[in-house]
């Protein structure tokens, strides 16, 4: 039991019993010390807000609390919120309800003046029998905070003619992770000057406004999600246009949703255009990836000048081998990698694909790295892999 709950349950009697045989000095110095945990304690709570699973009477709670008059809003540097949030029955008046949050939250996030970071996600259960608030960008124009970092991934229909106004308005923004959006007639405004980080979606054949406006900035790391791509030459053509951030991109990220079965060496071709795209790469995750049984794949690895990690999903979905046959593939795999990129010292191999009884889908994360010439060393890395986020994380 921790020291605070020891102190929480003692008898308030007893608590009364020794501040009466406390001296004034002493009281005075616990009601100092009182104030600033108070203090301390609310700076905590406030700070850094996860409303993100939070239903309809939280969030109205909370906004109340932020339009009060104690300035609570202004401890707030993050926050969590739900892109919308179901009414419950029996709360009172639907209308009325609805009607104060859309009051009441506009004026909550004018007043979470230091807010830094925002982050709006899709919500944890929807029923369309509900009413429904819908979080848009006009609950968030025309406040007074300064983001540096936005992520937006929920029905982007919503937002498709007030993005680049929201955007326009925040303009400190390095961080930026924007879902599919529709886009809207009206013409996008020069946005996110300070943009250095990104994570985009890229439907096959589209070229948004977004992702527009994200290859023409310096970006420094960029995740790109591709959807309804059949083929690699989809994401060879997302490539090509990205490519205008050649001379800063040092991470990149490749994910898609659909893995089409594809040849090895269509997969060296896609290896090669990022070599020749982006040359300063030192980081690299590529999509999922089903058949690297020959050389091509690790041959166009040669491509990369200054590549120092590379994190492969291997789809062993088809195979019907034994965990140790999958790592012992990958070990090959990667020494051939490694031999035709020497500026490599670390290949992260994550499995995926394989089922055991029950639907459970494990994934098996190895780490290879390069002790000194042609040699290498062989580690385990599951329990600290290296995951989904390394692209950003990894310096």
């Not at 008898?11 to 406390?22: A, D, S």
């Not at 009441?104 to 929807?126: D, E, G, H, Q, T």
């Not at 900035?217 to 959807?227: G, S, V």
């Not at 994401?235 to 991109?249: F, K, Q």
Request: charged share 20%; aromatic share 8%.
């Amino acid at each position: 039991m921790s020291t605070l709950s020891c102190l929480c349950i003692l008898p308030p009697e007893l608590l009364q019993l020794i501040i009466q045989h406390l001296s004034q000095a002493d009281l005075y110095h616990l009601c100092a010390l009182s104030r600033n945990i108070y203090e301390e304690v609310v700076l905590a709570l406030y700070r850094d807000v996860e409303l993100s699973r939070t239903n309809f009477k939280q969030l109205l709670t909370w906004a109340n609390q932020m339009v009060g008059p104690n300035n609570i809003g202004q401890k707030t540097c993050s926050l969590s919120l739900p892109s919308q949030v179901n009414l419950i029955a029996g709360l009172g008046n639907d209308d009325d309800l609805m009607e104060q949050l859309s009051d009441l939250l506009p004026r909550a996030m004018k007043s979470l003046v230091n807010l830094k970071v925002l982050a709006i996600v899709p919500p944890v259960a929807y029923s369309s029998l509900l009413k429904v608030y819908h979080i848009s960008s006009a609950d968030l124009l025309d406040c007074g905070f300064h983001l540096h970092t936005f992520s937006y991934n929920w029905d982007g229909v919503r937002w498709a003619g007030s993005l680049f106004r929201f955007l326009a308005e925040q303009s400190n923004i390095c961080n930026l992770a924007i879902g599919e959006m529709v886009d809207s007639d009206e013409d996008a405004p020069d946005v996110l000057p300070r943009l250095s980080v990104a994570t985009v979606i890229y439907r096959a054949g589209v070229l948004s406004r977004i992702l527009k406006t994200i290859a023409a900035r310096y970006l420094r790391r960029l995740r790109l999600e591709i959807i309804v791509s059949r083929s690699n030459d989809h994401i060879t053509a997302a490539l090509h246009y990205l490519a205008t951030v050649n001379a800063t991109l040092t991470h990149l990220y490749i994910g898609s949703e659909y893995v089409p079965f594809t040849a090895e060496v269509d997969h060296a071709g896609t290896l090669k255009t990022i070599g020749s795209c982006f040359p300063n790469l030192t980081f690299l995750r590529y999509l999922n990836i089903r058949i690297l049984d020959r050389e091509s794949f690790p041959r166009a690895l040669s491509a990369f000048k200054l590549l120092e990690i590379l994190q492969l999903a291997v789809d062993t979905s088809g195979r019907q081998k034994p965990i140790d046959a999958s790592q012992t593939h990958a070990c090959g795999l990667v020494e051939r990698c490694m031999t035709t990129c020497p500026t490599l010292h670390l290949v992260a191999v994550t499995v995926v694909g394989r089922r055991f009884k029950g639907g459970e889908q494990p994934r098996d994360y190895t780490a290879f790295s390069r002790t000194s010439g042609s040699t290498f060393q062989l580690g385990f890395e599951k329990s600290r892999p290296i995951g989904d986020d390394a692209w950003r994380e990894v310096m």
